[in-house]
């Protein structure tokens, strides 16, 4: 089965933009467990215009599925985390100020520092998993980190057209997952290409969905958007 996270950061966002307490994170978060949500995932940026660090506090305390936290492992974040003990956190080599995740760990060249901060995680017992592109160089070393997951990074995916991209998914999947690695996915995923990629992949363990879920929202509100995203997560 795969899992539906539902990545709440721009939830936070229109909450930022007036200052006050709407919409409420909070209640969002319980309501969205309630539609049939199997995780929670927030992504505290360093600049806060999302998500912000004294939302996790109050986000740990009423999430009583799967708490994901994402982020760069700067000193601050891993404090963060590691006072919060979500259920897991999702490591993103995200330089500060960037958009949006837009590329997975070069696991190669940082190795030594994702063992290190893999390590501590576990030593706080939280679960950890690296994001990644679907580049299959990329997984024996996080692999070596000690991680245990990744997260596929799907905008390539999304963007694509024809099965190459896919392919590549597949085929990466396929050797984490024989490696002892879970696999989890993300980024641009939508209720046009969220199905194709999870019958694609069976041993693919949770999808975290953000902006394209909270936009539908927009039209066919919360309940019914978990619902019908939640629906193309289900293998027949
Ligand atoms: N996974 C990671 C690591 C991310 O940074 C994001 C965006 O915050 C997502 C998944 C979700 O991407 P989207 O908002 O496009 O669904």
């Known amino acids: ?14 909450r930022n933009a007036r200052g006050g307490n709407l919409p409420d994170l909070r209640k ?27 939302d996790i506090p109050i986000l740990k305390e009423v999430v ?11 000193k601050k974040f891993i404090e963060l985390v590691i006072s919060n003990k979500p259920h897991q956190v999702t490591l993103v080599p995200d330089p500060p100020g960037v958009l949006t995740s837009n590329t997975g760990w070069n696991t190669l060249e940082n190795q030594s520092f994702l063992q290190e901060v893999v390590q501590e995680f576990k030593q706080a017992g939280i679960r950890t998993s690296l994001f990644l592109n679907a ?35 597949v085929e990466t999947a396929r050797i984490a997952h024989n490696m002892g690695l879970g696999v989890n996915a993300g980024h641009d995923l939508n209720l046009m290409n969220l199905k194709r990629y999870v019958d694609s992949i069976p041993s693919l363990l949770e999808v975290s969905i953000g902006h394209a879920l909270i936009s539908d929202a927009l039209y066919y509100g919360i309940q019914n958007t978990i619902g019908m995203y939640k629906r193309l997560t289900r293998r027949i």
């Open 1 to 14: 089965m795969t899992r539906l996270s539902v990545n709440i950061n721009k939830v936070a966002l229109i």
């Open 135 to 169: 580049d299959i160089t990329m997984v024996e070393p996080a692999a070596s980190t000690g991680t245990d997951r990744i997260e596929l990074y799907t905008g390539d995916y999304a963007s694509s057209e024809g099965d190459e991209r896919l392919l590549q998914h």
């Open 64 to 74: 009583t599925t799967e708490f994901n936290i994402e982020g760069y492992p700067s």
């Open 28 to 54: 969002f978060a319980i309501d969205c467990e309630k539609f049939g949500a199997e995780g929670i995932t927030v992504h505290p940026r360093p600049d806060e215009r999302h998500v912000r660090f004294d």
